[in-house]
Each structure stands twice: as C-alpha cells, then as structure tokens.
C-alpha cells in the first residue's frame, strides 16, 4: 500500500521549533519531487515549501522563508520540515504531498498523492 505519513506536529510556544517529518511506504521518494502544505481553519490549502528529486533543491513561500528548513534523506525514504521561530500564524493543518517529477511546484494541483496531515498549533 502506497502511503505518506506525516509526523511531528504538536502545541509549540512562540519563537519555539518543530520538525515536521513524511515518510513513505510502498514507494521510494527518490524520483518525486515533495512539497509541504498546511491549511488552516476557514483558508484554502497553501505552499509552504517543496524539495525537488534531482538535486534536492528547495523552494519556500515568502512567508516561511528564513524560518523554515525543508530536506530530504532518500536512505531513510523520508522529507523533514524544521520549523524554527514558529509564529502563531503557523497554526495548521500540515501535508505533504509527492509528484513524480523533479520540479517542484507549490500548487496544490500539481500533486496527486498526498498524507493525511499533522496538526502544528501555535500556543497564543
């Protein structure tokens, strides 16, 4: 069974971190490319960040950049997130979600198989 698992989610207080993880079974990520999402309540599903397949290359929204660490360990089949100075605006529901392709896009369209998401809640 093909499956992406995230884990890592949690209650953190502001400027705290949290490394999200999503690892696969039933596949190998190697040749996808793997994107974060999150979504939170009453707003639609956004790009957060994506790591390609080839030379795992990063991207970042401008909203998470300088804060936010995506990076892949194809040994291990699994994609991190490392969150650093968490705000209370990073609360969300939080995917990641694959394509087979090595660009990266952060359109949730662009990907057809995705986890069922960890809850990341910003302690106000």
């Known amino acids: 069974q093909l499956q992406l698992v995230e884990s890592g989610g949690g209650l953190v207080q502001p400027g705290g971190s949290l490394r999200l993880s999503c690892a696969a079974s039933g596949f190998t990520l190697d040749n996808y490319a793997i994107a974060w999402f999150r979504q939170a309540p009453g707003k639609e599903r956004e790009g957060v960040s994506c790591?390609?397949?080839?030379?795992?290359?990063?991207y970042y929204a401008d909203s998470v950049k300088g804060r936010f660490t995506v990076s892949r360990d194809n040994a291990k089949n699994t994609v991190y997130l490392q969150m650093n100075n968490l705000k209370p605006e990073d609360t969300a529901v939080y995917y990641c979600a694959a394509r087979l392709f090595s660009l990266c896009s952060l359109t949730p369209g662009a990907y057809g198989f995705w986890g069922r998401g960890t809850q990341v809640t910003g302690d106000a």
């Open positions: 790591i390609k397949s080839t030379d795992g290359s990063p």
